[in-house]
């Protein structure tokens, strides 16, 4: 069986370890395997080649894809699509692993639809926010650049008795600022999920003031759009200075933490043993378990954050709990 994998989207830490347990996996059980370079756009334009132990020879320490990615719109067009399919034939690709989000895999399954080619899905979003799946490639490398940043930031905001207001990714998902904000002891944690109060966050600040508070850490996801007027709040409401850290691309790569690399492990065994027996199927880890389910179940279930962490959090954000 000739098997190809490939990254889509954006860019997750722990792709690399991925990609080299895919290999591993593949030659131990006497498949052969290839990889897709440029995600999509390297289906269509046939950049597709086999695999060795040479090919992933250290890459497991390093962020981003050695087989690089790609967003891919001439994939919408079919004509394309059968370009991407033939290529496949070429060389003898039986079936597909894609690393990516619930675009990707939207993605593969019209491709099977129209061509029956089998595939499997593992979640890579650093967003974290495919439904019924707790843990994607590289949620945890990117939360811990988050933790990083956050630790250096607060040692010169206490020097300076100053507010920082953090952007986090999350452009829809606020997932890493939730959980950045309550494990790094943030003060404010804004995300588009839910509504915040910022008067209650004023008398909560002025009673930490007055108790001897020096310094804020605020965290406010990106599609909440407000990380300047938060930074005019803190001085305007507060008399407090204050600066902006907009985290960016960063969040994307760093060293794959351990976890990281148990986890895409993992997620790499558990589709390569099913390829042959249930395909086309998203491979999903929900409740301490790997578990595979179909496109449609995820695609109709909307994604929702973790009650608990959001309870923790509802006093960073204005609301009584």
Not at 276 to 284: A, W
Request: aromatic share 10%; hydrophobic share 40%.
């Amino acid at each position: 069986m000739n098997i190809a994998i490939l990254t889509s989207g954006g860019d997750s830490s722990g792709m690399n370890p991925a990609i080299k347990k895919f290999v591993e996996v593949c030659i131990y059980k006497n498949y052969t395997p290839y990889f897709v370079y440029d995600g999509l756009e390297g289906l269509i334009d046939g950049k597709i080649k086999k695999a060795s132990f040479k090919s992933v020879s250290s890459i497991i320490s390093k962020g981003g894809t050695i087989i690089r990615s790609s967003r891919s719109k001439r994939w919408f067009d079919k004509n394309y699509r059968k370009i991407a399919y033939q290529n496949l034939k070429k060389h003898k690709i039986d079936a597909l692993i894609i690393l990516g989000g619930d675009g990707s895999f939207r993605a593969l399954d019209i491709f099977y639809k129209e061509f029956k080619i089998p595939f499997m899905g593992i979640p890579a979003t650093i967003d974290n926010d495919i439904s019924l799946n707790e843990y994607s490639i590289g949620t945890d490398t990117a939360l811990n650049v988050i933790r990083h940043a956050i630790d250096n930031i607060r040692d010169t905001a206490s020097s300076f008795n100053r507010a920082f207001v953090i952007e986090t990714m999350g452009r829809e998902c606020g997932y890493l600022a939730l959980t950045s904000a309550v494990a790094n002891g943030a003060e404010m944690c804004l995300i588009p999920e839910v509504k915040y109060n910022l008067d209650n966050l004023k008398k909560r600040f002025l009673r930490g003031i007055k108790n001897g508070r020096k310094y804020f850490i605020a965290i406010v996801a990106e599609g909440v759009n407000k990380t300047n007027y938060i930074k005019d709040w803190f001085e305007k409401e507060l008399d407090f200075e204050s600066r902006i850290t907009v985290l960016g691309h960063i969040q994307r790569g760093g060293n794959p933490t351990v976890m990281e690399r148990l986890r895409a492990a993992e997620f790499i065994e558990t589709a390569l043993l099913n390829i042959e027996k249930i395909p086309n199927k998203i491979v999903t880890f929900y409740k301490e378990k790997f578990i595979l389910r179909e496109l449609e179940e995820i695609l109709n279930t909307p994604y929702s954050l973790n009650e608990k962490m959001l309870f923790l959090a509802k006093p960073l954000m204005g609301i009584e709990r």
